[in-house]
T-cell receptor, first 114, second 116 residues
């Protein structure tokens, strides 16, 4: 079975631009979460979606937004990019919305903002 | 406030040595879940284990073992007879419900280097 997939793998943008990252969850999983991991740190929670609704949001500015589609795939959008947005963006999927559910991670999208 | 503390930033061992990675967590909930993930240089987080707050039994999986102690709020991970392929960053994470949903709170990770 395919795991969580993310696209693109790498991305280079300049300050002020907009970026869209995509994620496809494991088949049958209904929840998708997004995390930002800057170099040398643990992943930081950005959003959690379940059944196409936002169910959780971390401490990130409004420049960050996301959505989940009927097929449970998801997009993360970041507007007005800053140098500090350079990071590995990880998508995770889980079957349900519960603290007991294991979140399985994709390979990530490495975003570089110049 | 840091909910998960991994005090060891980097550990270096020689192959076949045993190594223990420490994790201390903080929560007010009685029901919570703890996880360990491995992040090799490729970047993908690989799930290793999940433990719920009501199960304090230690677990062993091959060369890996986990020691969960609620009394000290610790969930330590031991690799026996380490191998070069174990070189990676290891993250401990806490899952609990908050107004941020069921987010995983990660520690800062411990970078393990196993040399031949």
């Amino acid at each position: 079975d395919a795991g969580v997939t993310q696209s693109p793998t790498h991305l280079i943008k300049t300050r002020g631009q907009h970026v869209t990252l995509r994620c496809s969850p494991i088949s049958g999983h209904k929840s998708v979460s997004w995390y930002q991991q800057v170099l040398g740190q643990g992943p930081q929670f950005i959003f959690q979606y379940y059944e196409k609704e936002e169910r959780g949001r971390g401490n990130f500015p409004d420049r960050f937004s996301a959505r989940q589609f009927p097929n449970y795939s998801s997009e993360l959008n970041v507007n007005a990019l800053l140098l500090g947005d350079s990071a590995l963006y990880l998508c995770a999927s889980s079957y349900d919305l519960d603290s007991a559910d294991t979140q399985y991670f994709g390979p990530g999208t490495r975003l570089t903002v110049l | 406030a840091q909910k998960v503390t991994q005090a060891q930033t980097e550990i270096s061992v020689v192959e076949k040595e045993d190594v223990t990675l420490d994790c201390v967590y903080e929560t007010r909930d009685t029901t919570y879940y703890l996880f360990w993930y491995k992040q090799p240089p490729s970047g993908e987080l690989v799930f290793l284990i999940r433990r719920n707050s009501f199960d304090e039994q230690n677990e062993i999986s091959g060369r890996y073992s986990w020691n969960f102690q609620k009394s000290t709020s610790s969930f330590n991970f031991t690799i026996t007879a380490s191998q070069v392929v174990d070189s990676a960053v290891y993250f401990c994470a806490l899952s609990e419900y908050s107004n941020s949903g069921y987010a995983l709170n990660f520690g800062k990770g411990t970078s393990l280097l196993v040399t031949p």
